[in-house]
C-alpha cells in the first residue's frame, strides 16, 4: 500500500480493540466505505471503538484544559497508528428523546423556516417570527404553556346527565345531596332541583357547571347574606387543577383524582400555540395546520405559496422537506413528538439533519442504517448516503444488507467469524470482488432462501376488531396461533401499530422480545441477566467451602469501584458512555481473597471473561450449560459472561432476552425486526430458533421486512398499500406462495425479483 497517497486515506495500522488481531487498514477518504461480516466479528471494534473514539479523543484535546477538566478522559484506542481522521460525526439508532418540546420540525431545524415564512407571508401579520414558536413564551399557548395538553375535569364522572340535583347529579366531591356546596347552590335559587340535567337549557347547564366566581345576596335562614357563586366545574378547577394537588392531603388527592384526566388543550386545541400566533394564515392555513399535515403533501401546499417575498423561504423549506420525503419519511409531520420516532426512524431523521448542513470533510458513521426500511426504499437511503459523499465527505457504514452492500466504494468484510475467531480482516475491495469471495459475506450474498411451501396449519386465531389508531382505520385481522406469522409492509404503513400496540394491549401476557435496552445497572451482564451467575457462585461456593455471597458483585469481595468489571464506564448525557480502566486493586475486579478461590483451577474473574463458547467447555454442570446453549443458539457464542449488558447493542438485547425466553411453552412471542445485527449467515440460525419456538407449540409474530424471514413465514399479513395516511390497511393476508401473485402487495413485488 505504500505507492498510496497517504493523505488520501484514513490509515490504521495494528488494532488491537476488543477482539481485533492487529487490524490494519485504509479507508478511502470521501468516499463510501462498507464494513460487514458476522455479528460479533470485530466491526464496532473498528468503526466505533477505534476510529469514533479516536476522533472523540482528538476532538477533546482541542477544549481548554478548563473545559477538559468536566470531560471523560478519553484513553487512546488500542493501535499502533490512527492517522488522517477528520471530525467524526456518530449517526446511531439511539431513540431522539426531548420531552414533549422536541418535534420533528424542531430536530430537523424546519420549524424556524416554517415560523420565518409566517412571519413574512402569513395574513393577517402577527410580527415576529418567534409568535409562532411553542417554545417561546410569546408565542405558546398561555393555557398549557406550549405542551399542548392540559389537565382538564372527566365530565361524564363529574357529573350524571341522566339524574336532578335532588336525585344527585353532582358526583364530584362535596357536592352529594344535603352537603354543604349542594345547598350553597339550593340557597342561590336559580335552578329546578327536579328538572334531570339532560332536560337544562344550554346557558342553565352553563350557570351551573362554569359560571365565574361572582358575589350574590342570597336570604339565609331570613337573614340576607353576601356570598360568592362559582360554577361547579370551574371551582373543581380552580380548586384541584389550576393550583397543585401534590399541596392537598393525601386523602384529597386520592378523592378527587378519578375526576381529573389529562387531555388536549381546550384553548389551542392541543396546537400548543397562542391565538394571535394561529389566526394568521397562508392559503387558509395556518401553521398548526400545516404542521399537522403529512410531509409529502406538505410540500405540495409549500410550493402552492405564490409570493415573490416569499419564494427563498419556500425553496429552502421545499428543499429540506424532500430530504425527508426521499429517505422514506414523507408519512411523518411536523408536530410529531420525537421521542414517539422508532430507532429506525430515529436514525433517518439524524441524515436529514445533516444533509441539510453546511459540513464538508466530516466522517459520517452510520450503523445499520436501513433498519425499519422496506427493501422498496433502500435505494432511498442509498442516495442519501451518496449525497453525503459527494459533498466530500467521507461516509462509513456498518451494515448488512445486500442493498446498501451494493452501493459502497469500498467493502471491509471483518471476519471470519465472531470473537475471538473473528477480529481479522478477510476481504477488502470492490463489490464484484466481495461477490466472487468465498468468504462467509460473499457467500450468501450469491444466494438467498426459497420460499417456503409446506406452511404449518394454525391451532386457532386470535382476532384483532376495528383497530383504530394513529393511522389504522376500522382494521380487523386474524393472527393465527401456533405457526410463525410475519408482519410486513414499507416503514409507516402501520405495524408497530398494529402488533406493539394493539395487539399488545389485548394480550398483555405476550412475551416481548424488543431491541431495548437491558442493562438495569451497570453490574449487569449476560451471566447475571441470564441466571448464570447464580449458578457459578454455587459452584464456586461448593468448591471452595465458603459462602456464595463473595462472589457476588454487590458482596464485600468484588471492587466497589468497578463492581468487578474492571473498567469504569462514565455516562454524559449528551455524549456516549467512555470505558475507563479501573485502577482499584490494579483493575483485578475482585479482592485478592476472593481471586484466591479456584474452580477447576480457574478464578471468578477468569470465568467472566470466559466467552459463552468457552465456558459451555469449561462447565458441566447441567444448569449452566443449558443456559449458555441457550445463547449459543441465538448466535451469541462471541459474548463474555461478564460483558456488561450496557455496551450491546441493540440487536444483541434482543437476542439475550431470545435466549432467556426459550424455554416457554404455549405463550406468544413478539419480536420487532429481530434481524436488527445479523448477518445473512446469521438469519438461518435465528429461523431455526422461530421454528423451535413454534414447533413447542408457541406462536411466534414477527414485524420483519427482511425477505428470508419474510419467505420462510408461515403466514404474512402485509400493511400498506404505503405509509401513514395511505397505509393503515392490510393488503394481504396469506402464505408466502401467494403473496408473490398479489397485485396490490409492495411486498409480493419484491419477493418476485
Ligand atoms: P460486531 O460489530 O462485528 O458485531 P463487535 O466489534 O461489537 O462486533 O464485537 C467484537 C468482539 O468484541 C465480540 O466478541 C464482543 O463481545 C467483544 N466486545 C465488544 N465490545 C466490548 C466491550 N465493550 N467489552 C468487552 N468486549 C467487547
Ligand atoms: P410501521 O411500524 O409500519 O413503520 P407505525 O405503526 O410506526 O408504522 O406508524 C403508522 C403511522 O402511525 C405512521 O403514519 C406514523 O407516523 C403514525 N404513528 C406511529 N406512532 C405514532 C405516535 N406515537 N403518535 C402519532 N402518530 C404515530
Ligand atoms: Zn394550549
Known amino acids: 500500500m505504500t505507492d498510496h497517497n497517504a493523505q488520501e486515506y484514513i490509515v490504521i495500522k495494528a488494532a488491537r480493540e476488543n477482539n481485533l488481531k492487529n487490524v490494519s487498514l485504509w479507508i478511502p477518504k470521501r468516499k463510501t466505505t462498507i464494513f460487514t461480516g458476522v455479528s460479533g466479528s470485530g466491526k464496532s471494534s473498528i468503526v466505533f471503538d477505534t476510529i469514533a473514539a479516536e476522533s472523540m479523543r482528538l476532538l477533546n484535546e482541542n477544549f481548554s484544559m478548563f473545559v477538559r477538566n468536566f470531560l471523560p478522559r478519553y484513553p487512546r484506542p488500542d493501535a499502533d497508528e490512527i492517522e488522517n481522521l477528520s471530525m467524526a460525526v456518530i449517526v446511531d439508532q439511539k431513540r431522539l428523546g426531548g420531552g414533549s418540546h422536541s418535534t420533528m420540525g424542531t430536530i430537523t431545524d424546519i420549524s424556524p423556516i416554517l415560523r420565518l415564512l409566517f412571519s413574512r407571508v402569513g395574513q393577517p401579520s402577527v410580527g415576529g417570527a418567534h409568535m409562532f414558536s411553542f417554545n417561546d413564551p410569546q408565542g405558546m399557548c398561555s393555557e398549557c404553556n406550549g405542551i399542548g395538553r392540559r389537565l382538564g375535569v372527566d365530565l361524564s364522572k363529574a357529573v350524571d346527565m341522566s339524574k336532578s340535583l335532588n336525585e344527585g347529579a353532582l358526583m364530584l366531591p362535596e357536592y352529594s345531596v344535603n352537603s354543604w356546596e349542594w345547598n350553597m347552590i339550593v340557597q342561590r335559587g336559580d335552578f329546578d332541583f327536579n328538572k334531570k340535567l339532560s332536560e337544562y337549557s ?50 384529597t388527592q386520592k378523592a378527587v383524582a378519578p375526576f381529573i384526566t389529562e387531555g388536549t388543550c381546550p384553548s389551542c386545541r392541543g396546537v400548543r400555540l397562542s391565538q394571535a400566533s394561529l389566526s394568521s394564515r397562508i392559503n387558509g392555513l395556518n401553521i398548526a395546520e400545516m404542521s399537522s399535515v403529512e410531509v409529502g403533501q406538505l410540500i405540495r401546499a409549500i ?86 459523499r459527494e459533498k466530500g465527505n467521507t461516509v462509513i457504514v456498518v451494515e448488512h444488507d445486500p442493498d446498501v452492500i451494493k452501493v459502497a466504494d469500498h467493502i471491509v468484510d471483518v471476519g471470519p467469524y465472531a470473537g475471538s475467531r473473528g477480529g481479522t480482516i478477510v476481504y477488502e475491495g470492490s463489490y464484484q470482488g466481495l461477490l466472487e469471495s468465498d468468504t462467509l459475506t460473499g457467500t450468501h450474498m450469491r444466494r438467498s432462501l426459497q420460499l ?302
Not at 228 to 234: A, D, H, L, N, Y
Not at 317 to 331: K, N, P, T
Request: hydrophobic share 35%; net charge negative; glycine share 8%.
Open 452 to 753: 417456503k411451501h409446506d406452511c404449518r396449519q394454525p391451532s386457532g386465531k386470535l382476532s384483532i376488531k376495528d383497530a383504530t389508531l394513529h393511522n389504522l382505520r376500522d382494521v380487523s385481522v386474524n393472527i393465527p396461533t401456533g405457526v410463525l406469522t410475519v408482519v410486513t409492509g414499507v416503514a409507516g404503513s402501520g405495524k408497530s401499530t398494529l402488533i406493539n400496540e394493539v395487539f399488545l394491549n389485548q394480550h398483555p401476557d405476550a412475551i416481548v422480545i424488543d431491541q431495548s435496552g437491558i442493562g438495569v445497572s451497570t453490574r449487569s451482564n449476560p451471566a447475571t441477566y441470564t441466571g448464570i451467575m447464580d449458578e457459578v457462585r454455587k459452584a464456586f461456593a461448593s468448591a471452595n467451602k465458603v459462602n456464595q455471597s463473595l462472589f457476588s458483585f454487590n458482596s464485600k469481595g468484588a471492587c466497589e469501584n468497578c463492581q468487578g468489571l474492571g473498567v469504569v464506564y462514565t455516562n454524559l448525557s449528551f455524549l456516549d458512555s467512555v470505558k475507563l480502566p479501573c485502577d482499584i486493586y490494579g483493575g483485578k475486579r475482585f479482592k485478592e481473597e476472593v481471586l484466591a478461590y479456584k474452580l477447576n483451577g480457574k478464578s471468578i474473574a477468569e470465568v467472566l471473561e470466559m466467552t459463552v463458547e468457552q465456558a459451555m467447555d469449561f462447565f458441566d454442570q447441567k444448569k449452566i450449560v443449558n443456559k449458555l446453549r441457550a445463547m449459543s443458539d441465538v448466535g451469541l457464542n462471541y459474548l463474555t459472561l461478564g460483558q456488561p449488558l450496557s455496551t450491546l447493542s441493540g440487536g444483541e438485547c434482543q437476542r439475550i432476552k431470545l435466549a432467556s425466553e426459550l424455554h416457554k411453552k404455549g405463550s406468544i412471542y413478539v419480536m420487532d425486526e429481530p434481524t436488527t445485527g445479523l448477518h445473512m449467515s446469521d438469519i438461518g440460525h435465528l429461523l431455526e430458533i422461530m421454528n423451535r419456538l413454534v414447533d413447542a407449540g408457541n406462536t411466534v409474530i414477527v414485524i420483519e421486512h427482511n425477505l428470508d424471514v419474510i419467505r420462510q413465514a408461515d403466514w404474512i399479513i402485509d400493511l400498506g398499500p404505503e405509509g401513514g395516511n395511505k397505509g393503515g390497511q392490510v393488503v394481504f393476508e396469506g402464505m408466502p406462495s401467494e403473496i408473490i401473485d398479489s397485485e396490490q402487495s409492495i411486498t409480493g413485488r419484491f419477493l418476485r425479483k
Open 303 to 388: 410550493q402552492e405559496i405564490d409570493n415573490p417575498i416569499a419564494a427563498p423561504i419556500v425553496k429552502s423549506l421545499s428543499e429540506r422537506l424532500q430530504h425527508l420525503v426521499d429517505i422514506g419519511l414523507g408519512y411523518l409531520t411536523l408536530d410529531r413528538e420525537t421521542d414517539t420516532l422508532s430507532g429506525g426512524e430515529s436514525q433517518r431523521v439524524k441524515i436529514v439533519k445533516h444533509l441539510s448542513g453546511s459540513l464538508v470533510d466530516v466522517t459520517y458513521i452510520f450503523d445499520e442504517p436501513s433498519i425499519g426500511l422496506h427493501p422498496r426504499d433502500v435505494h432511498r437511503l442509498n442516495n442519501l448516503l451518496l449525497k453525503l
Open 202 to 251: 344550554d346557558e342553565e347547564l352553563d350557570q351551573l357547571l362554569y359560571d365565574k366566581a361572582r358575589k350574590v345576596k342570597v336570604d339565609f335562614a331570613g337573614k340576607e347574606m353576601n356570598i360568592t357563586v362559582e360554577g361547579v366545574i370551574e371551582k373543581f378547577t380552580n380548586k384541584y387543577i389550576k393550583q397543585d394537588v401534590k399541596t392537598k392531603s393525601e386523602r
